[in-house]
């Protein structure tokens, strides 16, 4: 006997008023930056470091994260469209970000951000940054969840999600999937940061932040739909290629500070 699931119908509109052009997505990025940075606020002081210079910060993170994600999202899954018509990569209210262009940028920032204040060593500026992202790479994925986009796979799951915008095909919440990964993440990064980092060597928090969130990440593109056509031929999901460096990079630090750790006792 074949057992039908209910699924949930889902097409709430990207707009929060009508009659306003505030979007859901554009407010969930906000939240994720404020969070961010009151997460940060509060680790600078735990450390003694100036407002001042958070704030000098914070602006290199929010023009890396979205020129790193616009970039990312032409030049791995779009290239040949926006290098016949570069002038579009500016049109980023047509959607189109990627989240391994806004780690590649951030990582960019922060090289040229200890670059100009050579007192904060990189690996000790990246453990504090690290604490807060997840917290916005949760939000810009509930924002994906209400615009519809970045689709899971067809599923006969009792949760599975019909966004009826797209298509009417029952499918996992893949956008979810992600979001609760990185609130886990970011609660476990926080515990690590408060609780546990006087007793860490530079680059372990760095090095868990980059392995968990990018295995996890490669782990959940198998239940994502193909964004672009020319993934079906692949092995992979590109999203899964992109991940792999940052896995490794991830198990490479926390090995790195592990025996400076040992090397130090």
Not at 85 to 93: E, H, Q, R, T, Y
């Amino acid at each position: 006997m074949d057992i039908q699931f209910a699924s949930i119908l889902w097409n709430p509109s990207p707009r929060i008023f009508d009659a306003l052009p505030i979007r859901w997505y554009g407010l969930l990025f906000a939240v994720g930056f404020i969070g961010a940075y009151q997460v940060l606020s509060r680790i600078f002081q735990r450390d003694g470091v100036s407002q001042k210079i958070l704030d000098s910060l914070v602006f290199y993170m929010i023009i890396a994260t979205v020129i790193g994600a616009r970039l990312g999202h032409c030049l791995f899954y779009e290239p040949d469209v926006y290098l016949a018509d570069p002038i579009s990569i500016l049109k980023v209210w047509e959607g189109g970000l990627a989240s391994h262009g806004a780690a590649i940028g951030i990582l960019v920032a922060t090289i040229l951000f200890v670059m100009k204040h050579r007192e904060f060593p990189f690996l000790w500026l990246a453990d504090r940054l690290c604490v807060a992202i997840p917290f916005t790479a949760m939000c810009v994925r509930i924002g994906n969840f209400i615009n519809s986009e970045i689709l899971g796979a067809p599923c006969d799951l009792p949760w599975a999600v019909i966004f009826s915008a797209k298509d009417m095909l029952p499918r996992h919440p893949a956008q979810l999937y992600e979001g609760a990964t990185y609130l886990v993440l970011f609660l476990l990064m926080l515990f690590l940061y408060f609780k546990k980092s006087d007793k860490l060597s530079s680059g372990f928090l760095t090095g868990i932040f980059l392995t968990v969130m990018f295995l996890m990440r490669f782990l959940i593109e198998y239940v994502k739909d193909v964004q672009v056509e020319f993934e079906n031929s692949l092995i992979l999901h590109m999203g899964q290629f992109l991940s792999l460096p940052f896995i490794l990079l991830g198990i490479g630090l926390i090995v790195y500070s592990v025996r400076q750790s040992r090397a130090i006792k």
